[in-house]
Each structure stands twice: as C-alpha cells, then as structure tokens.
T-cell receptor, first 108, second 115 residues
C-alpha cells in the first residue's frame, strides 16, 4: 500500500525558520518531491530528492532519509508569500503519489 | 504552468451528463497524468500515460476513462457524471532526464461542479 503522512497545518512567524516533515511507506521508491501550492492555483515544483542527504536551493532546503522513510522541507527567512500548502509526493516506478499537504500560515 | 494547457477552465454539469477534459503539452513529454484535488486533500491520481497509445489506472480510476491518441494530448472522460466527481482536476506532464533530474509541469486546473 501507499501511505504518505504530513502535518495538516503549521503556523510560523515572518523571518523565522520552519520545518515541514513527511513520512512515507510505499511499495516502491524512486524519488521524493516537494511542491508549493497557493490557494486556487496549480502546484509548483520545489525539489526532488533521490539520494539521502540535504539539498539546498536558496531559502528552501529538502532532506531525505530513505532508510527511515522520512523527508523534510526547510524554509528559511519566512516571508508572507510563503503562506501556502506544501505537498510531499513519492515517485513509485511510473507514477507519483501525493500526501494530503501541509497548510503553512506565516504571520507578521 | 508553461507548456501545459487544460480545457475548459470551469464547467458545471448535471448528474448523468458526459464531458471530456483536454490536456495539451508542447514540450514533447512522454509521461502525462490526471489528478483530482478535493478540499483539504492532496492530489489523487486518476489515470496516467507513459507514452502515446498507452494508459494505466491510478488510485481513483472509477467513473473516468482516458485516451492518449497523440503524444501531446491526454483526454479525461466522464461518461455519466456524479456529484462525487465535483473537484478540481489537474493535468501534469513529466520528462525524466536520467534518474536524478526531471521536469514536471502542471496545467492550471479545471474546476468541475456536478449538480
């Protein structure tokens, strides 16, 4: 079966750092994605991890541990525009399965 | 959302009516996907295609059919719409460049209401 878990909601303060966790149990694994989705819009790609470790892209970083079935997305120097849903997704052979997403609220 | 378009953007159907959603991409991507997204939920895979002339079932295929007659188009059909199919539908196309790099684009979505 496929199971991808993320917290439903998180709140953080502008300028702070927030970590959004994702755990997964899937029948196969070829890579893990993080997407950002603003309300009423399509998801936009943030990162793709295949190997264990941390990958950094500007204010966003993503970490993967395949042995633990665990990933996190780290957002630094939070801005109001970072208020959005963040979707964790696992590529399983030919298809990608999404978690329910984490709604992040950034407050002033 | 560059390169992936969806038609229509909005539609209201009555129960039992049929319709086809069109997804088109001009990036020569092999893989195309149809997802639905309901409030408070992530994207659930309906059907997907790994190349022209091929389709496969995803997580929630019941009530939907698909066709990929041309590489650039992926059609999603509802033969007899039901209120449970009220949702936002997203199409995506992907190309994998080796195992460590890829490109994925989503269409802007189609908001479907079935009354």
């Amino acid at each position: 079966g496929q199971n991808i878990d993320q917290p439903t909601e998180m709140t953080a303060t502008e300028g702070a750092i927030v970590q959004i966790n994702c755990t997964y149990q899937t029948s196969g694994f070829n890579g893990l994605f993080w997407y950002q989705q603003h309300a009423g819009e399509a998801p936009t790609f943030l990162s793709y991890n295949v190997l264990d470790g941390l990958e950094e892209k500007g204010r966003f970083s993503s970490f993967l541990s395949r042995s633990k079935g665990y990933s996190y997305l780290l957002l630094k120097e939070l801005q109001m525009k970072d208020s959005a849903s963040y979707l964790c997704a696992v590529r399983d052979s030919l298809k990608t399965i999404f978690g329910a997403g984490t709604r992040l609220f950034v407050k002033a | 959302n560059a390169g992936v378009t969806q038609t229509p953007k909005f539609r209201v159907l009555k129960t039992g009516q049929s319709m086809t959603l069109l997804c088109a991409q001009d990036m020569n991507h092999e893989y195309m996907y149809w997802y639905r997204q309901d409030p408070g939920m992530g994207l659930r895979l309906i059907h997907y295609s790994v190349g022209e002339g091929t389709t496969a079932k995803g997580e929630v295929p019941d009530g939907y059919n698909v066709s990929r007659l041309k590489k650039q188009n992926f059609l999603l059909g509802l033969e007899s719409a039901a209120p449970s199919q009220t949702s936002v539908y997203f199409c995506a196309s992907i190309t994998f460049q080796g195992t460590l790099s890829y490109e994925q684009y989503f269409g802007p979505g189609t908001r479907l209401t079935v009354t």
